[in-house]
């Protein structure tokens, strides 16, 4: 049973459009953590929120957490080639849990 | 700091043949996960450790899997035997204060015919 859902699974734009990722559960999460992964590689934390509604910005990325805690959308602003890569959500469901991983959604930016 | 080490990136080997990974963890921390990841599944947890402690292995498939932590900074994970089902990428973790910002290696890709 995958607790985070994240969607569009697969997403191909051209460089310099604006996508959003949404993660999405029915159980409410302490944290929310963003992933990002290259291939032949682990991934990378990108970003940690941790307050219902909070708002974090990173350069083009805006992730935002939902007020109920429950989803978090990532927003990227003029995609760039370099944005390619497996985005993954994972939630902590109680202070010092274990994380739990999304679905994923592949990101493909085409030059 | 030369990141979290695993090895070997990748493994080809027969059915019914013993697999260790291996995986340094970064100096420091003091938590350290064992992930698999494929195309169906995605990423799944399946065993974590705490000051050299097992805390959960609910994730472990079955018996033919197992995870040891000799010391503070090295863990492995054997899979015997192994079987083509488990091809898949394994990946370790570490972090310190458990369990935030994870880090982890770049993998070991195994292939079992």
């Known amino acids: 049973t995958q607790l985070l859902k994240q969607s569009p699974q697969f997403l191909s734009i051209q460089e310099g459009e604006n996508l959003t990722v949404y993660c999405n559960s029915s159980s409410v999460f302490s944290s929310l953590q963003w992933y990002r992964q290259e291939p032949g590689e682990g991934p990378v934390l990108l970003v940690t929120v941790v307050t219902g509604g909070e708002v974090k910005k990173l350069k083009r990325l805006t992730f935002q957490f939902g007020d109920a805690r429950k989803d978090s959308s990532l927003h990227i602003t003029a995609a760039q080639p370099g944005d390619t890569g497996l985005y993954l959500c994972a939630g902590e469901k109680s202070s010092g849990d274990k994380l739990t991983f999304g679905t994923g959604t592949r990101l493909a930016v085409r030059p | 700091d030369a990141g979290v080490i695993q090895s070997p990136r990748h493994e080809v080997t027969e059915m019914g043949q013993e697999v260790t990974l291996r995986c340094k963890l970064i100096?420091?921390?003091?938590?350290l996960f064992w992930y698999r990841q494929t195309m169906m599944r995605g990423l799944e947890l399946l065993i974590y450790?705490?000051?050299?402690?097992?805390?959960?292995d609910s994730g472990m498939p079955e018996d033919r899997f197992s995870a040891k932590m000799p010391n503070a900074s090295f863990s492995t994970l054997k899979i015997q035997p192994s079987e083509p089902r488990d091809s898949a990428v394994y990946f370790c973790a570490s972090s310190f204060s458990f369990p935030y910002i994870q880090y982890f290696g770049a993998g070991t890709r195994l292939s079992v015919l």
């Open positions: 100096s420091g921390h003091n938590s």
């Open positions: 450790f705490n000051n050299n402690v097992p805390i959960d």
